[in-house]
């Protein structure tokens, strides 16, 4: 079984910044593409960025330019540095990994982290 925790979450006020964390543990091989998703109260989870093992990107319109994700594989952990924040970012945060254990690639969530950002 694979377990994410998220981290860094919290209220900041419009124009700041937050930097999430996601840790990857227990009982796998190999981490393949990990990423960010957001839900915003009564909206559906959407993408917001993802990376894949060697390190290639992809973002949500709404965020290019002011969010990075980034990863360390050897802290099978991943970053989501978001600045310029608006109120519209503001969701609850929550981490995506697929891992694979026993020769079999699984799609794991983390429990979320809220971020709020003020007007």
């Known amino acids: 079984q694979v377990q994410l925790v998220e981290s860094g979450g919290g209220l900041v006020q419009a124009g700041g910044s937050l930097r999430l964390s996601c840790v990857a543990s227990?009982?796998?091989?190999?981490?393949?593409?990990m990423a960010w998703y957001r839900q915003a109260r009564g909206t559906n989870r959407e993408l917001v960025a993802h990376?894949?093992?060697?390190?290639?990107?992809k973002y949500a319109d709404s965020v290019k330019g002011r969010f990075t994700i980034s990863r360390d594989n050897a802290k099978n952990t991943v970053y989501l540095q978001m600045n310029s924040l608006k109120p519209e970012d503001t969701a609850v945060y929550y981490c995506?990994?697929?891992?694979?254990?026993?020769?079999?690639?699984?799609?794991?969530w983390g429990q979320g982290t809220q971020v709020t950002v003020s007007s």
């Open positions: 227990g009982r796998f091989s190999s981490i393949g593409i």
């Open positions: 990376i894949s093992s060697f390190g290639s990107t």
């Open positions: 995506n990994a697929d891992a694979r254990a026993d020769d079999r690639l699984r799609n794991y």
